[in-house]
């Protein structure tokens, strides 16, 4: 028999979802380990390393224990792992609502066209901005949201241009989201009121209920 496929875990978890369209949804979060990525802002550097490897029937049956059906798969970098892409299939097939959340430095043309991708596009303040990939903006369906995580005024500068040089509103949805207690959430509305961007202001629900943590 050969041996399972397997991915390494850092956490399953069931909480609200704190991002995207799909905010407040009671949500399974599959986090895999590893990202080779280190945007200065990151919130999830505990899943560096460390976890757990895991056959992915195990995945689903702990996935399916907590009985809803929005699933997000997310991490440190989930496409970092090559198996995540079987992953998302299995949980597609079993009849998850899936969405998958991926910095923007992995080609997504592998996924299943039946999951939401949330693309994070990098910005100049991540520390991350020459990782862009940038043809990922070309596969992206209109079920899919692209999103910037701003750190100050030049970074919403930035992405506004992107925005236009890319054609991105027209593809799908865009998020902007403030970087946590770095940038004043009133000032990011009044910047995207200011300039009629078509955009979803965000914040993170999650953090304003549990604050900075594993598992929610």
Known sequence: MPPAMTLRVYEIFHSLQGE???????????RLTGCPMRCVYCDTEYAF????H??????LAKVSAYGTKYVTVTGGEPLAQKKCLNLLAM???????????????????GVDPRVAVILDVKTPGSGEVQNNRWENLQRLKPEDEVKFV???RGDYDWARQI????????????????VYKQVNPTELAEWILQDKLP???QVQLHKIL??????V
């Open 20 to 30: 995207s369209s799909r905010i407040g949804l009671p949500t399974v979060f599959v």
């Open 163 to 178: 925005l236009v040089e890319h054609g991105i509103p027209d593809k799908c949805s865009v998020l902007f989201s403030p």
């Open 54 to 59: 895991m056959p992915l029937e195990d995945i």
């Open 199 to 201: 955009v979803r202001m």
């Open 91 to 109: 949980l597609c097939d079993a009849g998850y609502e899936v969405s998958l959340e991926t910095g923007g430095a992995m080609d997504i043309s």
């Open 49 to 52: 390393s460390g976890g757990s």
């Open 210 to 215: 549990w604050g900075e943590k594993p598992g």
């Open 150 to 152: 701003l750190c100050d």
